[in-house]
C-alpha cells in the first residue's frame, strides 16, 4: 500500500483531518513525514486546538475537559506531549499558564471556602521563622473534607466566626484561596497554642507587637475567642 493510500484510509478514519491530507502542503508534508509521524502531528495539532478554547480554564478537572471533548486518551497524550500537566488528583493545567503553587490550586479548586490559618498563615504575614512541613488549611465545620495530593494539615473552624479577619489571595483567574488577617491568625495561635506550640504563638505576638500592631485589636478580638484570652493577656503583660 502507497504512503498516499494510507494517508487517505487514515483521513477516512478520523474525519477531521481530511481536508489536511487534501492540502498539497500538507502533501507535501506527508512525503518528508511518512505514516503515523504525521499523523500524529495532525492529531496533536488538533488536541493542542481543543485544549486551548477559550471556554476551557487555564486549570481544569478531568470532568471539565471532558465537557470539552477531551477524552482521558487525548488528556494522557497531551500529558505525555507537555501541552498540560497534572497538578493534583483529578487537576490538570496547561504548561503554557503562568506559574502557580500547585498545592493550593489543588486546595482552592476541591475544598469549600479553604483558608491559609495558623503557621501558614503565619509565614505569609513573617511573624515566624518556622518553614510548615504542611499547609494548614481551616475549612467550615461540617463543610467536606476533599482528599488531595497536597500535604495538608485541615482544621474545622466554627461557622459562626469563619470569616472573621478572613482576606483572600487570587492564584489565577478562576481560582482563590482564604488567608486569615495577622490579629486573627495570632488570636488563632493561642486559643490552639497545644497546636501550634505556645513559643511560635509568643514569638508571632512579639514580632507584630514589634511592626507597630496595637494589643487593642487584640482584645476586641479576643471577645469573639474567650478561649485565646488568659494566655494573650499573659503574654501581653509580659512584653509589655
Known amino acids: 500500500m502507497t504512503i498516499g493510500h494510507r494517508s487517505e484510509k487514515r483521513a477516512q478514519a478520523y474525519p477531521g483531518t481530511r481536508s489536511l491530507y487534501r492540502d498539497p502542503l500538507a502533501q507535501a508534508c506527508t512525503q518528508s513525514y511518512p505514516g503515523q509521524l504525521y499523523v500524529d502531528r495532525i492529531r496533536y495539532a488538533e488536541e493542542v486546538s481543543a485544549i486551548a478554547e477559550p471556554e476551557l480554564p487555564a486549570t481544569f478537572t478531568f470532568a471539565e475537559a471532558g465537557d470539552h471533548g477531551l477524552s482521558r486518551r487525548r488528556l494522557q497524550r497531551l500529558q505525555a506531549t507537555g501541552a498540560v500537566e497534572r497538578i493534583g488528583r483529578g487537576l490538570y493545567r496547561r504548561t503554557g499558564e503562568e506559574l502557580v503553587d500547585h498545592d493550593l490550586m489543588e486546595v482552592a479548586a476541591k475544598a469549600h471556602q479553604p483558608t491559609l490559618c495558623l503557621v501558614s498563615a503565619l509565614a505569609r504575614h513573617e511573624l515566624t521563622d518556622v518553614i510548615p512541613p504542611v499547609h494548614d488549611i481551616a475549612i467550615p465545620r461540617g463543610a467536606w473534607q476533599p482528599v488531595v495530593s497536597a500535604p495538608v494539615q485541615w482544621h474545622k473552624f466554627a461557622l459562626a466566626t469563619f470569616e472573621v479577619g478572613r482576606t483572600t489571595i487570587r492564584l489565577d483567574d478562576v481560582y482563590a484561596i482564604g488567608l486569615y488577617d495577622a490579629p486573627r491568625t495570632i488570636i488563632d495561635a493561642f486559643r490552639l497554642r497545644h497546636v501550634v506550640g505556645p513559643d511560635i504563638a509568643n514569638e508571632a505576638l512579639r514580632r507584630w507587637l514589634r511592626y507597630g500592631g496595637k ?3 487584640l482584645m476586641r478580638l479576643a471577645k469573639i475567642f474567650p478561649a ?11 512584653l509589655l
Not at 485565646?228 to 509580659?238: D, G, T
Open 215 to 217: 494589643p487593642a485589636d
Open 228 to 238: 485565646a484570652k488568659p494566655a494573650l493577656l499573659h503574654a501581653l503583660q509580659v
